[in-house]
């Protein structure tokens, strides 16, 4: 309802923050064999809306509507990675997962997001909305027509006019998020630089010393 806010939406970890949570699964008519653990997918919790907020794009099905309640049966939304390591050839939509004793269907495909590093391609993971299975932590992903940091105060009183109480602990822009995440392979590249550039020097020195 903020003027200048496009859209917004919450998510437990969001990318370059955090990796979701290892859920283990099993698929209609998977048999895991004695002894061993069924596999393991990086499940995150999100809102309806953050997917548009933070600029992805669904490639098939839909997305969370407020009607994804505790009352209603699960639903998750998975993406390309999943799609294609656990459903090659076929469209995934509308199949289930196993979650224990408790089935949920799978309702859309989004495209893949990289949530572990900028360099590091993305797992398969998908998407449970907090509605039907909420966190306590989350962040508020908000897209704004203007310079993010400008709306903050604004975004802040919002959310202070629904509980004056809430704890706010850190407010980032993505391309803060980038340039953190950035950081480490910037410094080995610089360092490596540097030592290549040592030994170049040495390895002048003792040419010229010879000669």
Not at 119 to 126: I, K, L, T
């Amino acid at each position: 309802a903020l003027p200048g806010v496009v859209a917004a939406g919450g998510v437990k970890d969001a990318p370059l923050k955090g990796n979701g949570e290892g859920w283990p699964f099993t698929l209609p008519g998977m048999t895991v064999p004695a002894g061993q653990d069924p596999p393991v997918v990086q499940v995150l919790h999100v809102s309806d809306g953050f997917f548009n907020a933070i600029g992805a794009r669904l490639v098939a099905g839909r997305d969370f509507t407020m009607a994804d309640l505790d009352s209603t049966p699960p639903v998750t939304i998975v993406n390309e990675a999943f799609a294609r390591r656990w459903f090659p050839g076929q469209d995934p939509v509308g199949k289930a997962l196993q979650l224990g004793p408790r089935p949920i269907e799978i309702i859309g495909v989004v495209n893949d997001i990289r949530q572990k590093g900028v360099a590091e391609p993305a797992e398969p993971q998908f998407y449970v909305h907090v509605q039907q299975n909420g966190r306590v932590r989350v962040n508020l992903v908000v897209r704004t027509a203007g310079d993010p940091l400008a709306m903050a105060s604004a975004v802040r009183g919002a959310i202070w006019s629904v509980d004056r109480d809430q704890t706010i602990t850190e407010t980032f822009t993505y391309q803060e998020a980038m340039r953190e995440a950035l950081a480490r392979p910037r410094l080995l590249t610089v360092l490596l630089g540097i030592f290549g550039a040592i030994g170049l020097a040495l390895g002048a020195l003792g040419l010229y010393g010879v000669l």
